[in-house]
C-alpha cells in the first residue's frame, strides 16, 4: 500500500497530470489578483487542446502544436477581456457562457474538420519528445519521478518561481496587485488600470494555452472531445485557496492531480470506479473546506483582539 501512496510510478504520474494544472493556476493568480473573475479556463484550456492538435496535425511538429495552442489561448483571453472590460458583460456570465459554448464549438470543429466524434487519433499526431536530465536520472527515486518528462514539464516547474518573482519582487507585480486591491487608489498612483488588466488577462491565457496544448501533446497523442475534463474548475479552485498565491497554488494544483494519480492507481483494489473517479474532486471540496475553516477562525480571533 505504501508503494501505492509514494510510490514512484503515482508520483511520476501525478507529477505529468499537475502540469496543466499548476499552470492553469498560475496563470489565473494573475487575474485573480487583479479583482477579476474569470472561471473561463475550462474553455481556455479545452479550445487551446484542440488548436494544438489541429496545429500539430498539419505540421507534424509537437512545437507548432504548443504554439497554435498558446495562440488559442490568447484569442479566448482576448474575447473574455474585450467581453468584460469593453462591452460591461459579467464575468461570471461570460464565464458560463465560454465554458459551455467551447464543448460545442470543439464538437463542432472535430467532426467537420476531421469527420469523427468522440475522439481523433491519427500518426500525424506527435506527442512532445521525453527528455532524460542525465544528473537526476542518476539518483534513486527521484530521477525515477523526476528524470524522464519532455520539456514542458521542466519549464512548469521554473514557471512556478518565476512567476512568484514577476508578481512579488518586480514593480510589475506591485501595480499589478495594487489594481487588485483598490482600483481607484491605484490610478491616483498613475498605474493605467486597464491596462493591467488586460496583462493579467493575457497572461493567463497565455498560461492556460500551453496548459491545453500539453493535454493531448503530452503523451496521448490524442484528442477526445471534452478533453479539459474538469481540470480548468481545479485550477480555479486552487487559486482560491491559495488567494492568488502562484507557488501556493501550485502546490494545491499538484494535491489535485496527486488525488487523480492515486485513483488510477487504486483501481487496481476493486474499489468501485465513481468512487474512484470522484476521489479529485472530494479532495477538492475537503481543502475547501479546511481552508474556509480556517479563514474563519482566523476572522474571530481578530475580532476577539479588537
Given amino acids: 500500500m505504501l508503494n501505492i501512496l509514494v510510490g514512484t510510478i503515482t508520483m511520476a504520474a501525478a507529477l505529468r497530470m499537475a502540469v496543466p494544472l499548476i499552470l492553469s493556476s498560475i496563470g489565473g493568480c494573475f487575474g485573480d489578483r ?57 464575468g461570471m456570465v461570460v464565464s458560463i ?60 516547474l521554473l514557471a512556478v518561481a518565476g512567476t512568484w518573482i514577476a508578481m512579488y519582487k518586480t514593480p510589475f507585480g506591485l501595480r499589478l496587485r495594487s489594481v487588485g486591491i483598490n482600483e481607484k487608489a491605484a490610478q491616483t498612483t498613475g498605474t493605467n488600470v486597464l491596462r493591467y488588466k488586460w496583462y493579467s488577462v493575457l497572461i493567463t491565457g497565455f498560461f492556460v494555452g500551453i496548459a491545453g496544448a500539453i493535454l493531448p501533446l503530452g503523451g496521448t497523442s490524442i484528442f ?53 473517479l470522484a476521489l479529485p474532486y472530494f479532495m477538492t471540496i475537503a481543502v475547501l473546506v479546511v481552508s474556509g475553516i480556517r479563514s474563519r477562525m482566523k476572522g474571530t480571533s481578530l475580532e476577539t483582539c479588537s
Fill in 34 to 90: 487583479t479583482g477579476i473573475f474569470n472561471i473561463a479556463l475550462e474553455s481556455f484550456m479545452l479550445c487551446a487542446a484542440f488548436f494544438a492538435t489541429l496545429g500539430t496535425y498539419y505540421s507534424g511538429s509537437p512545437y507548432v502544436g504548443v504554439l497554435c495552442g498558446i495562440l488559442a489561448g490568447l484569442a479566448c483571453a482576448v474575447l473574455f477581456g474585450t467581453l468584460v472590460f469593453h462591452l460591461g458583460s459579467s
Fill in 97 to 156: 457562457a465560454m465554458n459551455l459554448g467551447m464543448d460545442a464549438f470543439t464538437s463542432f470543429l472535430l467532426l467537420n474538420l476531421f469527420g469523427k466524434r468522440g475522439s481523433f487519433m491519427d500518426p500525424r499526431l506527435v506527442s512532445l519528445p521525453v527528455i532524460k536530465l542525465p544528473l537526476i536520472s542518476r539518483i534513486p527515486y527521484a530521477g525515477e519521478v523526476l528524470g524522464a518528462h519532455n520539456i514542458v514539464v521542466y519549464l512548469t
Fill in 224 to 276: 477526445t472531445e471534452n478533453m479539459s475534463a474538469g481540470r480548468g474548475f481545479l485550477a480555479v479552485a486552487a487559486i482560491m485557496i491559495a488567494k492568488g498565491n502562484p507557488v501556493m497554488a501550485a502546490v494545491y494544483s499538484f494535491m489535485f492531480a496527486y488525488a487523480q494519480a492515486l485513483a488510477a492507481s487504486m483501481q487496481n483494489f476493486g474499489i468501485p470506479s465513481q468512487i474512484v
